[in-house]
């Protein structure tokens, strides 16, 4: 059977050159260089003002080449969600991992067994006496410690432990367990939302600080600086604020883990930045939408409709459909897409509503942006670094 | 730096042995042997039986491993969406390709041009004389000759001309561009829904044949027995029956092109399915649901929620939330999860609201089923052929 080239085979690869317009196969996703370093060197400033270490959460964007960034500007390590997740980020350079979730099954066990004997920095969190056994009948029995964090949870929340009974016994279970070393704090503030959020969060992280400070006064921890961990890319200020106020620094390591930051977004992220600057008018600078999709228009069927040559397999659509940014010819000026809207999206077509008199054709690209940036990187197996001329500077592998 | 096996860096991949419940790495998505045969067999079946030929929709899997199934079972070729995707299935051998899709862009042109070269019989549609001026230009320039059929759209649809003095123009062009051979009539039916419906098909199917005739009495097709295609998984029996009861076989080529029967699944086509079965009751055999998600139980933080490790990235939510299936645990017969709902799923969290009383404990593992399986294959770069005892018996890759 005849070969073709690896980059025929997947979907958003240069073919024929650099161009991202004229030489991509497209759908594309594409990330704007300028904006990707405007925001790594943002968020770690940020971290820094506030004496805090920055973990970016790498789930976003599985994107080995960005961690790599990540960790060149200052982070202090890479979270991740899963253990294939801890052996992608280790596989590439990253030596620190915080898996910010809870380490369940022999062979997910196995996999961060295999991390820890190749030297990985490694921990994960807890919330249950039974997960706490298995880890210790696992680890133990490969003569391997484990190091883990107490996931702190809020009621009606996701993970994490919801009482001070249910403290109490898993701290009793860990100090039980001799292949099982207990690192610190975690928590995740981001599912608190609705009203009296903001007083919320502060009083969640002041929960974490706490519970902290009453495990060290009572030697609970293994390390001599334990970890306190929280903040996603929605409510960070007010996490980095508390760790701050606490005067953390000489006794512990406050962690910081937002993700989506990276490359933040054109809708919720974008949002509820506005609400962080809005708290923290001092605050310099700003994080940049960095990705988009690029895609032709495929069909002109009817006056009003433009169909895209992009679904649901290429962008997200969770919580918000696809936002028409610009449309693109070779040689010519970009153009805003002004009153073009997005009525449906599918597996692989946009419906774009257009106005009647719409300058647009066959074969033009469109680019979109969206919220949440996480379930638009999972799309794609390559996402393309891009300068401000849409010449491809990189092609950087995912790997979810 | 040290290297790990591919297979510790890709979620859902057996680690330590064939077990699905023991060795591999959860999440994982599976697809069930007995049922995935039966799947094939029943759809080619049906084919054979309304003397049509039958190209599976390859985009819903994009997993050649299928393809090849399929292909040995009697399938006519393979249809596809996008250029790369034909490039997929030809490496892997199908080298009947129907990309049921406009072919826009140099790039993807230049990939479709590459098949051609190398021995594909490919053609793709088009609707309207923008698309085929480009095509005649990109592929004149090649010597090469494009096979296109001629897209017919529904009004408020999707792509595919709207009326006839769009389908005049259109074929007039063709006829004009000498590297674009007109060979066929194409569809989709998949978008009509709501009222009268079933009656919308079948009108929807009628003008299809209606048109495939005027144009072969007008002698403009290039090919000798022209293409007639439409049905996805949905709707299928009715242009099988439309496309039959016209006669079309001594003169033309009738192919049907479903994609989701391969694995069917737990909701939206079961439902699809007994529709089907109740316009034709003499209709033997079932599709079978044969593609189910597994994932661990990671907390069990209050009474009544167990927290799935299992997210967004691992099954469709869109157009149902996943589907609880059964509770399996190793050495134990498999346990009906009855009362038990899916509440919210996040990215990498499943939240699954259990009766109080209800037997499940961290490290036991779930399955779910989905609706509409395109959303779920596309979270995976490989997908598990098990067996009736969960053994593994082929890691299939999927090329997204």
Redesign the interface.
Known sequence: ????SAR????G????GPSLL?????PAAVIFDAELANNIAWMQRFADGHGAQLAPHG?TTMTPALFRRQLDAGAWGVTL?????C??A????ATRLLMA??L?????M??VA?LIE?GADYCCVV??V??VE?LDRFFGARDLTLNVLIEL?V????????DESALAALVDAIAAAPAVALCGIEGYEGLIGGEHAVDRVRAYARQLVATLRRLMDAGAFADRKPIVTAAGSQWFDLIAEAFDQAELREHCTPVLRPGCYVVHDHRSYRDALAEVKARHPELEGNLQPALAVFA???????PGLA?V?MG??DIS??PDLPIPLQRHRPGEPAHPLRHCTVRKV????T?LVIPEDADL???D?VSFGASHP??TF??W?QVLRVDDGLRVLETMPT??
Chains 1, 2 share one sequence.
């Open positions: 059977m005849m070969t073709l025929h085979l997947e979907k690869n240069p073919i024929t004229e030489d991509v196969s497209l789930k969600a899963t253990a294939t997740q052996a992608v280790f596989e590439h350079g979730n809870q369940v099954g022999a062979p997910n196995a996999i295999g190749r919330d249950s039974a997960n298995a949870g009621p009606g929340g996701r993970c994490g432990v919801r032709h228009v495929q069909s002109l069927p009817e169909v040559a649901k397999r659509c969770d599918m597996d692989q077509h419906m054709r066959i074969g690209i996480c379930l999972d799309k197996r790997f979810f």
